[in-house]
């Protein structure tokens, strides 16, 4: 059974994607929503790797060895300005596209072997998810005409 493999990825990405946030809100604090909105999306990015875990723990008997880059890397670090702010949210919003799409994955491996448990997490995971991805599309929509058509 692979499942084990899937929910490694989605705390690896949850876990990469707070840590993200995190620097995005210490990257650009001189605006006036990213610091704060950021580490709240930290947070709950911890909280949903901190949910996987029992998981993990239930499935990782079953693994067999890890196959080769499973994991990706998606975020380079921060920058600077209008546009680094654009490019870091587009950034986030990849990331956390990427939690989406495995917490599909793994919410239809959840049905297939029965798990409730499992399948009540990602639920309101995935649900979660989705409020991030709208909050990084709304705010991207705000940043774009300044970074894009202003000159610094």
């Known amino acids: 059974m692979h499942l084990a493999h899937y929910l490694g990825l989605l705390h690896r990405a949850q876990t990469n994607l707070a840590d993200a946030f995190r620097q995005v809100a210490d990257a650009h604090a001189d605006e006036p929503d990213i610091r704060h909105l950021c580490q709240r999306q930290a947070e709950r990015c911890d909280a949903h790797a901190e949910r996987l875990r029992p998981f993990a723990d239930r499935y990782a008997e079953e693994a067999p060895a890890e196959p080769d880059r499973l994991h990706s890397e998606l975020f380079g670090g921060t920058r600077t300005g209008g546009l ?14 990427e939690c989406d799409i495995t917490w599909t994955v793994v919410g239809q491996a959840a049905r297939g072997v029965r798990d409730r448990d499992l399948i009540e997490t990602v639920r309101e995971c995935e649900g979660e998810t989705a409020i991030q991805l709208k909050w990084l599309r709304t705010r991207m929509k705000q940043a774009a005409p300044q970074a894009l058509v202003v000159a610094d």
């Open 84 to 97: 680094g702010l654009l490019r870091d949210l587009q950034d986030l919003y990849l990331m956390a596209a």
